[in-house]
Structure formats: structure tokens, C-alpha cells
């Protein structure tokens, strides 16, 4: 499984960015999607900002609210990232990931399997 990652760049605080995952390979019927982050200079998050299964059922970090939407393309193989009224504490290194098999948190880092390349996400005025 093979993932790339697009869509990150400067904004000033209160932008908006999309960002896209593209993906390929096979994947079994239960797999699942996520987004991480990570700051500079600490290890990526454990946490995933966003998540989804393959049937649908987003979930989002606490920390997130409703300023993110994680969303897919079935026909394009594309994950998306929509993020909204950005903050300078969301400027990071976002990377996809996909996990399979049946887990009971979607969030969970350790539960991931392939991880892509990462995007960068600068938040600054």
C-alpha cells in the first residue's frame, strides 16, 4: 500500500486548507483511514486528529472540535483533510496512514499499519 500526501502550505491564522491522501494497493474490506500529526521537534502524535473506517463512521480528536472534516473519494482512492479557522498550534507535519482488521479506537496510532510521505502545514500571521 502506497500513500502520498498533498495539500499543505502557509496560511495566516483563520485560513482554511484541504488536505488529500491518494492511495493504492490492495486493501482488505476492513481497513481504515486516519490523520496524524506531528511538531517539530517531538515524536507524531498518538492521536489521530481524524479517522474514518471504510464504511463511513469519522471520528475526530477532542482537540479538533468541528474545525476539521475527514473525508474520502472512493473512485479516486483520495483521503481529504478538510481543515478550517486554522491556528498557529495546528502547524505541523500531517501524514495519512491506513490500518485493517477489526480495533476499537480508529485514533490510535499503534493501530496503523502503512503511513505516507507527510505534508506540511505552516499556520503563521
Known amino acids: 500500500v502506497h500513500l502520498v500526501e498533498s495539500g499543505g502550505g502557509s496560511v495566516q491564522p483563520g485560513g482554511s486548507l484541504v488536505l488529500s491522501c491518494e492511495y493504492s494497493g490492495f486493501l482488505p474490506s476492513d481497513y481504515y483511514m486516519g490523520w496524524f500529526r506531528q511538531y517539530v521537534g517531538q515524536e507524531r502524535e498518538d492521536e489521530a486528529v481524524?479517522?474514518?473506517?471504510?464504511?463511513?463512521?469519522?471520528v475526530y480528536a477532542d482537540s479538533i472540535g468541528s474545525r476539521f472534516t475527514i473525508s474520502r473519494s472512493e473512485a479516486d482512492n483520495t483521503l481529504y483533510l478538510q481543515m478550517v479557522k486554522l491556528k498557529p498550534e495546528d502547524t505541523a507535519m500531517y501524514y495519512c496512514?491506513?490500518?485493517?482488521?477489526?480495533?476499537?479506537?480508529?485514533?490510535?496510532?499503534?493501530?496503523?499499519?502503512?503511513w505516507g510521505q507527510g505534508t506540511q502545514v505552516t499556520v503563521s500571521s
Open positions: 496512514a491506513i490500518g485493517y482488521g477489526w480495533v476499537r479506537h480508529t485514533l490510535l496510532s499503534s493501530n496503523y499499519k502503512y
Open positions: 481524524a479517522a474514518m473506517r471504510n464504511t463511513g463512521d469519522p
